[in-house]
């Protein structure tokens, strides 16, 4: 339960005491306790569907980027793929063409999760200041959790830099490892995002 429901739970007990206390006839104590209990289920109610709406649209990007990246990650890869099919001809040629896509598909990759990692750090910037203003409860949890961002930064900067090295058979590998911590990355931000609110 959120510290401000607690708070108004508190309140409302507070208040029937105070009332249980002050008034005599007990209907009206009864009445008084269930007009009570029923506003503090509208508010409890209202709480609830009010998280739930932030959780679907938080769903909602999450979505729409996975979807971005991979519209972004199949034009790149056709873009390499057609590359790499019109490498056709002599042997120089061929092995000439075959490094031209080569550089090219890294440098897609790369610019590819460039991209997703500014988008991400973009969320991060976004979310400092309200890291900043959490409570005393929530604070020291997403405080770790922005230094866990920090290691998945440095990791996934290391994925893209291994691009410049990776053979033709390895781009494969170092793609999935770049998806894989970018994913990890978007978990670590959107569980930030559901303990803030």
């Given at each position: 339960m959120p510290?401000?429901?607690?708070?108004?739970?508190?309140?409302?007990?507070s208040s029937v005491v105070f009332g249980l206390?002050?008034?005599?006839?007990?209907?009206e104590q009864a009445a008084?306790?269930?007009?009570?209990?029923?506003?503090?289920?509208?508010?409890?109610?209202?709480?609830?569907?009010?998280?739930?709406?932030?959780?679907?649209?938080?769903?909602?990007?999450?979505?729409?980027?996975?979807?971005?990246?991979?519209?972004?990650?199949t034009k790149l890869k056709g873009e390499a793929d057609?590359?790499?099919?019109?490498?056709?001809?002599?042997?120089?040629?061929?092995?000439?063409?075959?490094?031209?896509?080569?550089?090219?598909?890294?440098?897609?990759?790369k610019a590819e999760g460039l991209t997703q990692l500014n988008q991400l750090n973009k969320q991060v910037q976004e979310l400092s200041p309200k890291v900043a203003k959490a409570s005393a409860k929530v604070k020291p949890l997403v405080q770790k959790q922005m230094?866990?961002?920090?290691?998945?930064?440095?990791?996934?900067?290391?994925?893209?830099?291994?691009f410049d090295k990776a053979a033709l058979d390895g781009l494969g590998a170092a793609k999935v490892k770049l998806v894989q911590d970018l994913a990890k990355m978007k978990q670590t931000i959107a569980s930030i995002k559901a303990k803030l609110g």
């Amino acid at each position: 339960m959120p510290i401000r429901q607690r708070i108004w739970a508190g309140l409302l007990v507070s208040s029937v005491v105070f009332g249980l206390t002050a008034c005599s006839d007990e209907k009206e104590q009864a009445a008084k306790i269930a007009e009570i209990k029923r506003e503090a289920d509208e508010k409890l109610k209202k709480a609830e569907q009010a998280a739930n709406e932030k959780v679907a649209a938080m769903q909602k990007q999450l979505d729409q980027m996975k979807a971005d990246a991979e519209a972004q990650a199949t034009k790149l890869k056709g873009e390499a793929d057609e590359a790499i099919a019109k490498a056709q001809g002599d042997a120089e040629a061929q092995a000439k063409a075959a490094e031209d896509a080569l550089k090219k598909a890294r440098a897609a990759y790369k610019a590819e999760g460039l991209t997703q990692l500014n988008q991400l750090n973009k969320q991060v910037q976004e979310l400092s200041p309200k890291v900043a203003k959490a409570s005393a409860k929530v604070k020291p949890l997403v405080q770790k959790q922005m230094k866990d961002i920090v290691k998945e930064q440095q990791q996934i900067a290391k994925d893209i830099a291994a691009f410049d090295k990776a053979a033709l058979d390895g781009l494969g590998a170092a793609k999935v490892k770049l998806v894989q911590d970018l994913a990890k990355m978007k978990q670590t931000i959107a569980s930030i995002k559901a303990k803030l609110g």
